[in-house]
Structure formats: structure tokens, C-alpha cells
T-cell receptor, first 109, second 112 residues
Framework: QQPVQSPQAVILREGEDAVINCSSS?????VHWYRQKHGEAPVFLMI???GGEQKGHDKISASFNEKKQQSSLYLTASQLSYSGTYFC??????????WGAGTKLIIKP | DTEVTQTPKHLVMGMTNKKSLKCEQH?????MYWYKQKAKKPPELMFV???????INESVPSRFSPECPNSSLLNLHLHALQPEDSALYLC???????????FGPGTRLTVT
């Protein structure tokens, strides 16, 4: 079952923060986050495994609430380069990634 | 080498043609994937190869035929496609099934 991402789209000014949510009705083994810029392939950001860990690098971090089957991606002090469509992918233990519909992020100067 | 390569970049084919898409990685990854992506939609999984064996086939029409000649190569053979098959075809690889996936740039396919 496709995970639900919210919001569908968000417009920010450079330097503002954003949170993108991903939720599933199924028990999850892992959650992946990818960013895709227009005309390009998706790029891996991070993976969160069952265990409720939080990860991050630079100003992008993510959390995984195993009990609620929810993950959130946090973008801090957004930069123009953060623009793109963010996808979460959920995995239920069968190695098959189910992709959310995506969240379009627009960063304005 | 952290790159997945795909050829060709663009392909235009008629409904009676036979063509192949090629994907290559030299990262020692043991899983390789084919995805189809339509505009403004997420990638849609078509096939997964794990250790050179087809492990997941998402009920894809038989006009798409995957092949994994060795651990570094993945092909997608196309035959008698329909106009609705026009899309971006993405190849990805991961060290293990379920691990983070690295994508190639994709092949933009147009069926006329």
C-alpha cells in the first residue's frame, strides 16, 4: 500500500525550515528518502531502519517512529539546491520499496 | 566508481520495433532494478534482480523482458510496445536488496 506523503507541495524562502511527512498503514522495516530534481534521476538521501532511529547529515535529517509507522524529513535553513521533489519509500521486510506520491519543494531566493 | 550508467539516453520506437535498454554498474552491487516513471509520478517498480536472479516481477506485460547477463549488467528488451509505454525508464542498483538504491540517469522512451 502506497505511503501517504504530506504536504503535496511547499514553497519556502531560502533559509526557512521544512518538514515532510510520510506515513503508512503497514508495519515497516525501513523508510528511504530520495530527492529528484526536474529532468534528473532520484538521488538517495538517507535510510532509516526499524528501531526508531534518527539520522542526519548537513542540514537534512529524518526520524522514524516505528510505532506510528511514520517518518519525517527535516530540512533546516533551506538552500536553493534543496528544490526538487522528495519521495519517501517504505519497505515492509520483502525488499520491495513502495514509493509515496512525492512532495514538491520550491525554494525562492 | 559510484555510477550507474544507462544507454541510450533517448529512444524513439514504433509499435512494431524491437529495442533494448542497457544498464551497467561497477559498484559490486548484488541487486538491480528497473523502474518506469511517468511525468509527475513516483517511480514504479517493474523488475528486481537479486544475485542475478529475477526475484520480483510486478506483473509487467510480457512486451517488457528483463535480462541480467552478469552481476554488473541489466538489460530491458522491448517489443511491440504501446504509446502508453512512453516514459522515463530508470535503472537502479543497491548493495543488497532493501538497501539504498543508486539510480542511473534514465532512458527517455517515446513510442510512436
Amino acid at each position: 500500500q502506497q505511503p501517504v506523503q504530506s504536504p503535496q507541495a511547499v514553497i519556502l524562502r531560502e533559509g526557512e525550515d521544512a518538514v515532510i511527512n510520510c506515513s503508512s498503514s503497514k508495519a515497516l522495516y525501513s523508510v528511504h528518502w530520495y530527492r529528484q530534481k526536474h529532468g534528473e534521476a532520484p538521488v538517495f538521501l538517507m535510510i532509516l531502519l526499524k528501531g526508531g532511529e534518527q539520522k542526519g547529515h548537513d542540514k537534512i535529517s529524518a526520524s522514524f517512529n516505528e510505532k506510528k509507522q511514520q517518518s519525517s524529513l527535516y530540512l533546516t535553513a533551506s538552500q536553493l539546491s534543496y528544490s526538487g521533489t522528495y519521495f519517501c519509500g517504505t519497505e515492509e521486510g520483502n525488499y520491495q520499496l513502495i514509493w509515496g506520491a512525492g512532495t514538491k519543494l520550491i525554494i525562492k531566493p | 566508481d559510484t555510477e550507474v550508467t544507462q544507454t541510450p539516453k533517448h529512444l524513439v520506437m514504433g509499435m512494431t520495433n524491437k529495442k533494448s535498454l542497457k544498464c551497467e554498474q561497477h559498484m559490486g552491487h548484488r541487486a538491480m532494478y528497473w523502474y518506469k516513471q511517468k511525468a509527475k509520478k513516483p517511480p514504479e517498480l517493474m523488475f528486481v534482480y537479486s544475485y542475478e536472479k529475477l526475484s520480483i516481477n510486478e506483473s509487467v506485460p510480457s512486451r517488457f523482458s528483463p535480462e541480467c547477463p552478469n552481476s554488473s549488467l541489466l538489460n530491458l528488451h522491448l517489443h511491440a510496445l504501446q504509446p502508453e509505454d512512453s516514459a522515463l525508464y530508470l535503472c537502479a542498483s543497491s548493495y543488497d536488496p532493501g538497501a539504498e538504491q543508486y539510480f542511473g540517469p534514465g532512458t527517455r522512451l517515446t513510442v510512436t
